[in-house]
């Protein structure tokens, strides 16, 4: 008996009671979407680091209050990868990674419209949550 393997796009085949599998490779345009899409949500991690002092200076903060806004951030990705990745093994990950694209964005978005340093610590924080999207493709 054949049964295909959707997921990897594998064939699995069974020839006098030994399994084989031949997998079909992604097509280069794929491949160049999903490792740009990867390093794009990574980025999206560290775009604020270089620009904290003017953060800081913008708003008149401190630099330890400047500096929660990596903080979080990165706060915000390990809340992510504990409690939303495991959700891919139940969720389809289509819907979920155009769901984390969406909302990632909005927050890239909320930040860049923020009128005081605690919406900017608060929206970074969403945005380090939506952040997993490498974990979700893979």
Request: hydrophobic letters at 45%; proline letters at 4%.
């Amino acid at each position: 008996s054949s049964g295909i393997n959707a997921e990897y796009g594998g064939v699995l085949e069974q020839t006098s009671g030994i399994e084989t599998t031949t997998e079909k490779k992604l097509p280069l345009s794929l491949l160049v979407l999903l490792t740009v899409s990867a390093g794009v949500s990574v980025a999206n991690l560290y775009y604020n680091q270089p620009l904290l002092s003017r953060i800081g200076s913008t708003f008149h903060t401190s630099e330890s209050l400047t500096g929660l806004v990596s903080t979080f951030t990165q706060a915000g990705y390990g809340c992510g990868l504990l409690f939303l990745s495991p959700l891919g093994d139940i969720l389809p990950r289509k819907y979920m990674i155009l769901t984390l694209c969406v909302l990632s964005s909005a927050s890239l978005l909320a930040i860049g419209f923020s009128f005081h340093i605690g919406w900017i610590i608060a929206w970074s924080f969403v945005l380090g949550l939506t952040s997993i999207i490498p974990q979700i493709i893979i």
